[in-house]
């Protein structure tokens, strides 16, 4: 089943009040582009201010805290979120498994209490260049999908980013036979864990997408659209991106 394409930008730790110029050229790449769904997510200070300059954009979070309020110093709850205008909310980037020690158990918790705000979760899971070379890859990434996956995810709140380790911000991707493999076993997967749900969510390639590889990685089998880092900070390299999946 060929679902609409979604194009998200993870602007990580980057951005300014001043960088939000950025988006009038990708919300109007959205606009005329019309089959591809589109989103930005900036750091949490930029959220607000993001749909207030452009309220046509899908803006998103990078994270969320399962918990709904308390005694958490420094974090953001879902529903905080939703109040300043997010829509969708990253969860379980690689860098967050790796520097905040994420597990997998406290990344369904996030997806679940994402979507139980209203938004829809993007569940990021991935293998490191040793689980590759080690032919684990497939493995890997199905215990996470295990450990990760809201059960009660349907095609509308959630979202699968595959993301190898490796291939983030290191100007390297995966051979395209190794991303229709994978994002076949991540159907698989996700048929087996939500049923004929699981051939409604959309499965996003990430890692190293730019504007001259995009739209072959798009046109890979059983990619939905891309999680896109660095190359989203401009609009002269994330409208490419999203033209490449149209
Ligand atoms: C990411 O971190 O989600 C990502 C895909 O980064 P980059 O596009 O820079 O590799």
């Not at 994270?63 to 879902?78: L, R, V």
């Not at 996470?144 to 993301?163: H, K, N």
């Not at 739209?215 to 939905?224: G, H, I, R």
């Not at 999680?227 to 409208?239: D, I, M, R």
Request: net charge negative; proline share 3%.
């Amino acid at each position: 089943m060929a679902l609409r394409k979604l194009v998200a930008g993870n602007w990580k730790m980057n951005g300014s009040i001043a960088a939000l110029a950025e988006l009038d050229a990708i919300a109007a790449a959205a606009k005329a582009n019309g089959t591809v769904d589109v989103a930005i997510c900036p750091p949490f200070t930029l959220i607000a201010s993001a749909v207030a300059r452009t309220p046509e954009l899908t803006i998103g979070a990078q994270d969320c805290h399962a918990a709904a309020k308390g005694a958490h110093t420094g974090c953001i709850s879902a529903a905080m979120l939703v109040e300043a205008g997010a829509t969708l909310a990253i969860v379980g980037h690689s860098e967050r498994r790796a520097d905040q020690h994420e597990t997998d158990a406290e990344v369904q918790a996030k997806a679940t209490a994402a979507i139980a705000a209203g938004m829809r979760a993007i569940v990021c899971v991935g293998e490191t260049e040793g689980e590759r070379d080690a032919g684990r890859a497939v493995g890997v990434v199905e215990g996470q999908l295990d450990g990760s996956i809201p059960r009660d995810g349907t095609g509308v709140t959630l979202v699968v980013a595959y993301e190898p380790v490796w291939a983030i911000g290191t100007g390297r991707t995966p051979s395209v036979d190794d991303v229709a493999e994978m994002h076949a076993a991540i159907r698989a997967k996700l048929s087996a864990l939500l049923g004929a749900e699981g051939a409604k969510v959309r499965i996003l390639y990430g890692g190293s997408v730019k504007p001259d590889n995009a739209k072959e990685l798009l046109s890979v089998a059983d990619v939905d659209g891309a999680l896109v880092g660095g190359a989203s900070l401009t609009a002269a390299q994330f409208v490419p991106i999203i033209e490449g999946g149209a």
